[in-house]
């Protein structure tokens, strides 16, 4: 059974930068696309960004194209994601997800999926 670990998560200043991790054990997710989603607080749950398994097709939401970047090292089973410029609206808990069976936007689609790390962004 894959498990799926976030790490990278922290405060920071809005205009900062973090890059957050997300971790395999157990098994292996080189072969299956990766997502990344976030919640912030009250808010349902939202695609952020994914990537096929060989990282060579990407896609963003509207609200982090251009700030975000996702991305993946197969030989060390795990994938980034690269936040700069935040703002304090990317506020949330943002979790990690692979090998969706249907629509890669939604997390529920996904067979593994990790516990989430924070992130806060003070303005």
């Known amino acids: 059974q894959v498990q799926l670990v976030e790490s990278g998560g922290g405060l920071v200043q809005a205009g900062g930068s973090l890059r957050l991790s997300c971790t395999a054990s157990?098994?292996?997710?080189?072969?299956?696309?990766v997502g990344w989603f976030r919640q912030a607080p009250g808010k349902e749950r939202e695609f952020v960004a994914v990537?096929?398994?060989?990282?060579?097709?990407?896609f963003y939401a509207d609200s982090v194209k251009g700030r975000f970047t996702i991305s993946r090292d197969n030989a060390k089973n795990t994938a980034y994601l690269q936040m700069n410029s935040l703002e304090p609206e990317d506020t949330a808990v943002y979790y990690c997800?692979?090998?969706?069976?249907?629509?890669?936007?939604?997390?529920?689609?996904?067979?593994?999926r990790g516990q989430g790390t924070q992130v806060t962004v003070s303005s």
């Open positions: 997800a692979a090998d969706p069976s249907g629509d890669w936007r939604n997390y529920l689609d996904y067979a593994y």
């Open positions: 157990g098994g292996s997710f080189s072969s299956d696309p």
């Open positions: 990537t096929s398994w060989t990282g060579g097709t990407t």
